[in-house]
């Protein structure tokens, strides 16, 4: 089955600087990879997602990449503010004639903005 | 988006009982999951929650200690059984499809869960 790496567990960054994750997955099979953003004490929530016929995309500070040969997708956030602290958490799942796979997750990079 | 919406949003439970979550979206929804974050951890799939059918489980997780139940396209519940202090967690009802379109899967607020 598919199984995703992320790194780095922790990142702590100076504001407006750019913070980069990494995440790699297993099943070349897997199409929609999304990204969400989990506050203290909250629900997650998609902040940016990519599919596999797509190899950029970007919301204002936000960009994701995905490499589909190397089986990788990063996350990059510039100028970076500190209520974008929080955990970050990457996922692969394969979706197919309508249907969503099930989302299979990282283990989370804990970015922390330091004023 | 869909309004998600779990009861309870909290509880805490002796070893031994069982407890109840119950999702609730605004809209017709595909797909239904239930996932579980442990303190700390990051997201497992429990088990996907199908309608008029049993539940697809995944590995770790069995029907006996985790029923489901999905009796139309908005509602599903998740039975956390005989439970033991290790089932402290936030349970996680995730939807996905119909109204909210093909890819993107939301999730609700979250039952937290403490086992004494």
């Known amino acids: 089955g598919e199984n995703v790496e992320q790194h780095p567990s922790t990142l702590s960054v100076q504001e407006g600087d750019s913070a980069v994750i990494k995440c790699t997955y297993s099943?070349?099979?897997?199409?929609?990879f999304p990204w969400y953003k989990q506050e203290l004490g909250k629900r997650p929530q998609l902040i940016i997602d990519?599919?596999?016929?797509?190899g950029e995309k970007k919301d204002q500070r936000i960009a994701v990449t995905l490499n589909k040969t190397a089986k990788h997708f990063s996350l990059h956030i510039t100028e970076t503010q500190p209520e974008d602290s929080a955990v970050y958490f990457c996922?692969?799942?394969?979706?197919?004639?309508?249907?969503?796979?099930?989302?299979?997750f990282g283990k989370g990079t804990k970015l922390s903005v330091k004023p | 988006s869909a309004v998600i919406s779990q009861k309870p949003s909290r509880d805490i439970c002796q070893r031994g009982t069982s407890l109840t979550i119950q999702c609730q979206v605004d809209?017709?929804?595909?797909?239904m999951f239930w996932y579980r974050q442990q303190p700390g951890q990051s997201l497992t799939l429990i088990a996907t929650a199908n309608q008029g059918s049993e539940a697809t489980y995944e590995s770790g997780f069995v029907i006996d200690k985790f029923p489901i139940s999905r009796p139309n396209l908005t509602f599903s519940t998740l039975t956390v059984s005989n439970m033991s202090p290790e089932d402290s967690s936030i349970y996680l009802c995730?939807?996905?499809?119909?109204?909210?379109?093909?890819?993107?899967?939301?999730f609700g607020p979250g039952t937290r869960l403490t086992v004494l």
């Open positions: 995730v939807v996905a499809g119909g109204w909210l379109g093909t890819d993107t899967q939301y």
């Open positions: 996922a692969a799942s394969l979706n197919y004639g309508g249907s969503q796979g099930n989302l299979i």
């Open positions: 990519i599919r596999s016929n797509v």
């Open positions: 809209s017709q929804v595909t797909m």
């Open positions: 099943d070349s099979a897997s199409n929609y």
